[in-house]
């Protein structure tokens, strides 16, 4: 057990809806990240949060947003959606963002199913 | 961030050591060496991380090569439990997002 939970753990919804997946980092935690799994991209890093804060971007879609909130806890957004969403979305957490003791810790993802 | 090779898929016998090597041949000084592994669909599981110097932990040790163009996870006695993909990652020092490639899939046989 890594420490971090997401809920939920499974979800199902149709295409064009919109849904939100809820993280709880570690305690002590100040930095959130969310991935992206999908079957053919693989582990990909949507965006990151640090203590309230964007901190960086990465493959994340226009459609998706997020937002740490001041217990530290975050949610990812999903609107619009269609098939290719469907994935497994883990969310891990960090100490620090840099240096040597900032391994992420991840939780048990959230699995996304596009109908 | 530095691009890493890895052989998409490796076997080893129960009880063997487990050797998964890793090209990162465009590191960069400040960039740390990651290993995380992924059983089934779980979420990734933290391994061992290093910069310049060999390290050691409970789980497992880190090779890196003195130009660290390249590195070897060892896993000294593989159980069948340590069936897993294995990913290495190169994370620059500050901002600390990881990009994770396709990793080796290691399946430890009975």
């Known amino acids: 057990d890594s420490g971090v939970t997401q809920t939920p753990k499974h979800l199902i919804t149709a295409t064009g809806q919109r849904v939100t997946l809820r993280c709880s980092p570690r305690s002590g935690d100040l930095s959130v990240y969310w991935y992206q799994q999908s079957l053919d991209q693989g582990l990909q890093f949507l965006i990151q949060y640090y203590n309230g804060e964007e901190r960086a971007k990465g493959n994340i879609l226009e459609r998706f947003s997020a937002q740490q909130f001041p217990d530290l806890h975050s949610e990812l957004n999903l609107s619009s959606l269609e098939l290719g969403d469907s994935a497994l979305y883990f969310c891990a957490s960090s100490f620090r963002t840099s240096g040597r003791a900032n391994e992420q810790f991840f939780g048990p993802g959230t699995r996304l199913t596009v109908l | 961030d530095a691009k890493t090779t890895q052989p998409p898929s490796m076997d080893c016998a129960e009880g063997r050591a487990a050797n998964l090597p890793c090209n990162h041949s465009?590191?960069?000084?400040?960039?740390?060496v990651y290993w995380y592994r992924q059983i089934h669909s779980q979420g990734p599981q933290y391994i061992i991380h290093g910069l310049k110097n060999n390290e050691t932990n409970e789980m497992a040790s880190l090779i890196i090569t003195e130009d660290r163009k390249s590195s070897t996870l060892i896993l000294p006695h593989a159980t069948l439990r340590d069936t897993a993909v294995y990913y290495c990652?190169?994370?620059?020092?500050?901002?600390?997002?990881?990009?994770f490639g396709t990793g080796t899939s290691l399946t430890v046989i009975p």
């Open positions: 990652i190169v994370r620059v020092n500050t901002g600390n997002q990881f990009y």
């Open positions: 465009t590191i960069s000084g400040n960039e740390y």
